[in-house]
T-cell receptor, first 111, second 112 residues
């Protein structure tokens, strides 16, 4: 069945470091792909999305490119801030309104 | 302000005592869903609804009920809670066909 695999966390970085959080997916067709972010004590929020191959989603300095050939949607940011500390979830949606989430990756950024 | 509102935010209860977690959205979304979040397991879908009077099971529906009598409300009912239902619960809504979920702030439930 369809599934999403994320890298294990926590990811620990110093402020202004480069961030990559890996996400790969398994799906029978061409799903839409999402990154959601959960700040401490809050619900998830949509961070960015991409609906077809080679699309790049971007928001708040974060980017992710839909790579069909590698079935990946890695999240990147050039310079992280302490305020980016959160849990990041990769998700896919294929043919229905159901989202399949990865298990989440915790990011900790230190000054 | 567009929002999904859940109540209560925190609840401690005992095994077998029926409880309801309410969820209301003000964005006129057709799609609503309940998730539970547990350490190491991520988010798992409990039930979802694509319109009024239309509900369906998600991945972990056992021990839960829902109803969708009005478009804005989607309560989650635990008829006889058990300790394995101790979890953090999220309600979410979205326009149909988008996957762009709006989440509530969560309800932390402890069943003793």
């Amino acid at each position: 069945g369809d599934s999403v695999t994320q890298m294990e966390g926590p990811v620990t970085l110093s402020e202004e470091a480069f961030l990559t959080i890996n996400c790969t997916y398994t799906a029978t067709g061409y799903p839409s792909l999402f990154w959601y972010v959960q700040y401490p004590g809050e619900g998830l929020q949509l961070l960015l999305k991409a609906t077809k191959a080679d699309d790049k989603g971007s928001n708040k300095g974060f980017e992710a490119t839909y790579r069909k050939e590698t079935t990946s949607f890695h999240l990147e940011k050039g310079s992280v801030q302490v305020s980016d500390s959160a849990v990041y979830f990769c998700a896919l949606r294929y043919n229905t309104d159901k989202l399949i989430f990865g298990t989440g990756t915790r990011l900790q950024v230190f000054p | 302000e567009a929002q999904v509102t859940q109540n209560p935010r925190y609840l401690i209860t005992v095994t077998g005592k029926k409880l309801t977690v309410t969820c209301s959205q003000n964005m006129n979304h057709e799609y609503m869903s309940w998730y539970r979040q547990d350490p190491g397991l991520g988010l798992r879908q409990i039930y979802y609804s694509m319109n009024v009077e239309v509900t369906d099971k998600g991945d972990v529906p056992e021990g839960y009920k829902v109803s969708r009598k009005e478009k804005r409300n989607f309560p989650l009912i635990l008829e006889s809670p058990s300790p394995n239902q101790t979890s953090l619960y999220f309600c979410a809504s979205a326009p149909l066909g988008t996957g762009e979920l709006f989440f509530g702030e969560g309800s932390r439930l402890t069943v003793l």
